[in-house]
């Protein structure tokens, strides 16, 4: 009698130990109702607009090709604020830097830091610029910034 007792028990205790409670409800978030509002002809706002010179010179963009005979053109002549794009298809690398070098001083910021096949800088400053590769420096070129 007392083994079927101890059974018992140790079934209660058992059953206990693998009862889950049961999960506590939580609160239910309250939601806002919001509406979206879609254009309709009476709140649609006419926007126009112009391009201007110096808009357009700021999206124009001039390609400098680089060989392994050196840079094509040599010389190039853009409006301040002319993006100049310098696209590498020569076996050996491209790092486009401002002269002289190894400082690269004379436009500070016109460095491509690193070699790679393409470089794109936007040049604001008026005057003319000397530039070279830094992989070969007898490979250079110039460009001529005016306003």
């Known amino acids: 009698m007392s083994k079927l ?3 018992i028990i140790s079934g209660l205790v058992l059953a206990g130990c693998f009862h889950q409670p049961k999960p506590t409800p939580q609160p239910l978030t309250e939601v806002n109702d919001t509406t979206t509002q879609f254009p309709t002809q009476d709140n649609l706002v006419d926007e126009t607009i112009v391009a201007t010179p110096a808009a357009e010179a700021m999206t124009e963009a001039t390609v400098v090709t680089y060989s392994d005979s050196g840079f094509s053109p040599k010389s ?3 409006k301040a604020g002319t993006t100049v794009k310098f696209e590498s298809v020569a076996e050996a690398g491209m790092w486009v830097a401002s002269a002289p070098h190894p400082a690269h001083t ?8 690193q ?4 470089y794109q800088f936007t040049f604001t400053k008026v005057g003319t610029w000397k530039y070279h590769n830094h992989v070969n420096t007898s490979h250079t070129g110039t460009i001529v910034v005016e306003p």
């Open 106 to 113: 004379d436009y500070p910021g016109f460095d491509q830091k």
């Open 115 to 118: 070699t790679g096949t393409i």
């Open 76 to 78: 190039v002549t853009v």
């Open 5 to 7: 007792i101890l059974v």
